[in-house]
């Protein structure tokens, strides 16, 4: 089945440490993108991706980087400079003028 | 700028009642997509319903309902009978069609309904 992966499901990082989600899909998506959710919040966008090996920061990329190596893949990581990364974080794919498909997300908290 | 309003945070019902959730966008565009999404506790975004700007007819699905009104910049969704099941936080947006295909969220509604 198509769809959108993203892995781990949750993930625990210590202060000062950076993770890498990963975001996977098989849908052929031209674009991809990585939003993140607080609680009792909306989503805001961090990065996004038109085409392989190209990526735009979104309204909050301060602290984040991606890479689109791959048509199917747009990994986030977290630096160390993302002062308050625990969040939801959520991975979507589209067609350049098509609707979303959402990953499953991935709940990241600092320990 | 574009921007999506839903200024209910949380709403309570009991089992079968109706329930409205509002939401009010901004866009100088004047083609545009608006979006309903369902977020289940389990976390993923369920799509509901996709709306262009031009398209201003009443949509009714099931026990779910939209009523997009331009003149206002409101797009409200109203759920009949709602169940137990539909509890969840409900999502507004609307696509930025100057810069690129990005989502604008809105804050999200909480609806609880109580058996």
């Known amino acids: 089945d198509g769809g959108i992966t993203q892995s781990p499901k949750y993930l625990f990082r210590k202060e000062g440490q950076n993770v890498t989600l990963s975001c996977e899909q098989n849908?052929?998506?031209?674009?991809m993108y990585w939003y993140r959710q607080d609680p009792g919040q909306g989503l805001r966008l961090i990065y996004y991706?038109?085409?392989?090996?190209?990526?735009q920061k979104g309204d909050i990329a301060e602290g984040y980087s991606v890479s689109r190596e791959k048509k199917e893949s747009f990994p986030l990581t977290v630096t160390s400079a993302q002062k308050n990364p625990t969040a939801f974080y959520l991975c979507?794919?589209?067609?350049?003028?098509?609707?979303?498909?959402f990953g499953s997300g991935t709940r990241l908290t600092v320990v | 700028a574009q921007k999506v309003t839903q200024a209910q945070t949380e709403i309570s019902v009991v089992e079968k009642e109706d329930v409205t959730l509002d939401c009010v966008y901004e866009t100088r565009d004047t083609t545009y997509y608006l979006f309903w999404y369902k977020q289940p506790p389990s976390g993923e975004l369920v799509f509901l319903i996709r709306?262009?700007?031009?398209?201003?007819q009443n949509e009714i699905s099931g026990r779910y309902s939209w009523n997009f009104q331009k003149s206002t910049s409101s797009f409200n969704f109203t759920i009949t009978a709602s169940q137990v099941v539909d509890s969840a936080v409900y999502f507004c947006a609307l696509i930025r069609n100057n810069a690129g295909n990005m989502l604008t969220f809105g804050g999200g509604t909480r609806l609880m309904v109580k058996p």
């Open positions: 849908l052929n998506h031209d674009a």
């Open positions: 979507a794919s589209s067609f350049s003028t098509g609707g979303y498909t």
């Open positions: 991706s038109q085409i392989v090996n190209d990526f």
């Open positions: 709306r262009n700007s031009f398209d201003e």
